[in-house]
């Protein structure tokens, strides 16, 4: 596949190719947008550095447990276990995650209009954004697998055609993160580096990526360069706490061997002014579960009512 002349970060390629510097700002915001939000100059400081920021108790127990019985509801519903945008565990009916789920849940919809959180998308994106993707993810005790280490922005770039690195992801727990039920960990600093992966990208990869990522993997000797030079952090808390971090953040988590489920609220928001454009990989564009191309007008605030009924 010959590389477009407007992509910036070319991957997916025939044979390995060194890892370079990110092309774009980690912060995009300057000035009033920057200081005018609810995240302190230390937050954003910490995040700049290390490419994630995490906050506990950002949501109250009440809600948490609103949003802990939809789950047990989507559990239950035939109609979304067949779904496409659920996804299930590697060979087991146990459900690994249902993507969209914005468009589902009128509560998670709220949640992601919070007017608190759009502040804080403005400070990091310097702009208005728009939801590229919406999940919950499920990891049962016991039997949850694990995810394998990647950059959502490799993926995002190559399969959904997003242009640049201006995008930021935020995971709510829904149960407390644990050392041992498989939680989050990140390699703090390497969203400063773009790790370019190898392997053509079969059509619909999507179908079997998301039970198992074998494509867009960062090769081991990068890993392990950045692992060496950085650490590993799995930031910990009870339900409730929140967890931002940069769209080229490498990350991935354990296995959940523990009795101890592990679930969490995820949504992506994207620049409105780093639209999708045709895959880099050369495909056709995923499913709209996956890279939303249809609803990509700026989210507006929800009313102090609307925020009152997430509860």
Known sequence: METRSDDFYPTRLERPTP?????????????????????????????????FLAINNFLDQATVQKFREDLRAYEDDDSILR?????TEPGKQEIRSIFGIHELSDRFDRLTRDPKILAMVRQLLGSDAYIHQSRINFKPGFHGKGFDWHSDFETWHAEDGMPRMRAVSFSIALTDNTPFNGPLMLIPGSHKTFVPCVGRTPEDNYQSSLKKQELGVPNDRDLKRMADEFGIKAPTGAAGSLIIFECNTLHASNANMSPWPRSNLFFVYNSVENQLEQPYCGNKPRPDFLGNRTNTEALQPVTEDDVRKTG
Do not use: K, M, W
């Not at 092309?23 to 947008?33: A, F, K, L, N, Q």
């Not at 609810?38 to 550095?49: K, V």
């Not at 779904?83 to 996804?87: H, P, V, W």
């Open 83 to 87: 779904s496409e945008g659920t996804i």
């Open 19 to 51: 890892s370079f510097e990110r092309r774009d700002p980690v912060i995009h915001s300057t000035g009033d947008d920057r200081t005018n939000g609810p995240l302190s100059e230390t937050e954003l400081a910490q995040y700049e550095r290390d490419g």
